[in-house]
């Protein structure tokens, strides 16, 4: 385990400072401390533990300006966006408040001649999240906020490509009022995670690539503890040829490039069927045209750097994998010459499923376009993947959009929209995408486990 991480400006490559790694035993120390507090505050009313998470909200909002910038340094997303994610990660938590008393509530399933069977759910005990860095706020809330209302402690791995928002996060949970031991951010990157592996958790949930999760899980099962798995994706769309070509390219080059694609639910793939195609590429790449990159702190920024320096070198190889296999590019293709992690926004045609960009999960600002004759290929080709996290279809037709959504594996369809996560929908992939789900009430459930209560009057 290293003693420190480096906290990297991906916009210029400059280092900022160094973050001091828990080793071995202090994360040990951590984990025993979290063990020791949860019963006692799974003991407390839901209204006890549910004041010090509004309040949580509350500072959030209070101080979401310089919490946005602290973001930018982390990862490099521009500033509307940083600013868009803690909005909407306030949103998240008054979701988690208003319906975790649903998730708690005591069920009678049955009576008889004194007799009641009652389900009670309660927390799981001390829970582990192993984070990602592309939505930090966002990914951290979706665990943190229901495992905590519904009782349980919480060991908390910030990504150690966004490590100071991780941790600014704890703090504000401690400012509002929930026990240090309760909840713990642990710093560090891959070898921090396996010792926390190592400790008696009895939930792990982990959000990063497919490679990570499959060690995760393995890790995991040595302590039969409950597993949730968001893991990557390659996302398709189809445009269908009842759809008004222009709309549907600003929306969909919109949901491949936001967040400089960096999204795990970015549209990744497109198809487009012929009768619109041309019509619909020349607006596409008009959107990408339109999209101002730079300083993340410029206000009218869309794309700003990369946040990982590795992921240039992925993006190179599959652009330059899919021009060795006939793909045109038409826009960008390359990285920038200029310190920090920059890419030009890039988007190819001709393009097949020979190819890396229509295979494998790019996770930048790159997309493949895919010209195709009816459904019935359009749905073979989308489904054509071991990926299964969302797909989307635009069409004037729903009926036709959800045939077709309806023959995928995924574990969310959009008509007519993309790249969209709700609070109040269950968030979970299917396939090599993972298991489990966060968000909606099934995402509050996941933190609690039933017990059966038996009860008999005489
Ligand atoms: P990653 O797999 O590199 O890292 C994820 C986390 O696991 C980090 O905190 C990392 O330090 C930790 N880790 C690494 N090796 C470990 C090990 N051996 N044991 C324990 N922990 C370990 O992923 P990333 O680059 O942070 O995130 C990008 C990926 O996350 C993309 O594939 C993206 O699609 C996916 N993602 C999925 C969702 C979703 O909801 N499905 C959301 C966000 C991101």
Redesign the pocket.
């Known amino acids: 385990m290293s003693a420190s991480l480096a906290v990297i400006d991906p916009a210029t490559g400059a280092s900022l400072r160094e973050l001091r790694c828990d080793d071995a035993a202090g994360v040990e120390r951590i984990a025993d401390a979290a063990r020791a507090a949860q019963p006692g505050w799974a003991a407390l009313t839901l209204s006890e533990r549910g004041a010090p998470i509004a309040r949580f909200a509350a500072l959030l909002t209070e101080r979401r300006e310089a919490l946005a910038r602290l973001l930018i340094t982390d990862m490099g997303k521009p500033i509307a966006q940083a600013r868009r994610e803690l909005e909407a990660t306030v949103a998240r938590v008054g979701f988690f408040c208003e319906h975790v008393g649903a998730a708690l509530a005591e069920r009678v399933v049955h009576r008889e001649s004194g007799l009641r069977e009652v389900v009670v759910p309660e927390a799981l005990g001390t829970v582990l999240h192993?984070?990602?860095?592309?939505?930090p706020w966002f990914?951290a809330v979706n665990t943190l906020v229901p495992a905590l209302l519904t009782g349980n402690a919480v060991l908390y791995?910030p990504?150690?490509?966004a490590t100071q928002s991780g941790l600014a996060l704890v703090a504000l949970l401690h400012e509002a009022g929930v026990p240090r031991a309760v909840v713990a951010a642990v710093i560090g990157?891959?070898a921090t995670?396996?010792a926390l592996?190592d400790q008696p958790v009895q939930g792990v949930f982990f959000?990063?690539?497919h490679a990570?999760g499959l060690?995760?899980a393995a890790a995991a099962a040595r302590r039969l503890a409950r597993v949730q798995l968001?893991?990557?994706?390659k996302d398709p769309v189809y445009v269908c040829d009842d759809a008004d070509p222009a709309a549907a390219a600003a929306a969909v080059a919109d949901g491949a490039f936001y967040n400089n694609g960096q999204s795990?639910c970015a549209v990744e793939r497109v198809y487009v069927h012929r009768r619109i195609a041309p019509a619909f590429i020349d607006a596409f790449v008009a959107t990408v045209d339109g999209f101002r990159l730079g300083d993340p702190l410029d206000e009218g920024t869309y794309l700003g750097p990369l946040a990982r320096a590795a992921q240039l070198d992925v993006l190179t190889a599959q652009i330059a994998d899919a021009r060795a296999k006939g793909g045109r590019v038409l826009r960008g293709g390359a990285r920038l010459d200029r310190p920090g992690n920059w890419f030009a926004p890039t988007v190819v045609v001709d393009v097949d499923h020979g190819m890396e960009l229509m295979r494998e999960?790019t996770?930048g600002p790159a997309i493949g376009i895919m010209v195709i004759d009816d459904d019935a290929q359009a749905t073979a080709l989308m489904d054509d993947t071991r990926y299964g996290?969302t797909a989307g279809v635009y069409s004037r037709d729903e009926a036709r959009a959800r045939r077709v959504l309806g023959a995928l594996r995924t574990g969310s369809a959009y008509w007519n929209c993309c790249d969209r996560v709700s609070p109040r929908l269950p968030?979970s992939?299917r396939r090599d995408?993972?298991f489990g789900c966060t968000l909606g009430d099934e995402g509050i459930a996941a933190f609690t486990q039933p017990r059966a209560w038996h009860l008999r009057s005489s």
């Open positions: 192993l984070s990602a860095w592309n939505y990914v791995k990504s150690e490509h990157a891959g995670g396996q592996l959000t990063g690539s990570t060690k995760v968001e893991l990557g994706g795990c999960e996770f996290l968030w992939g995408s993972g």
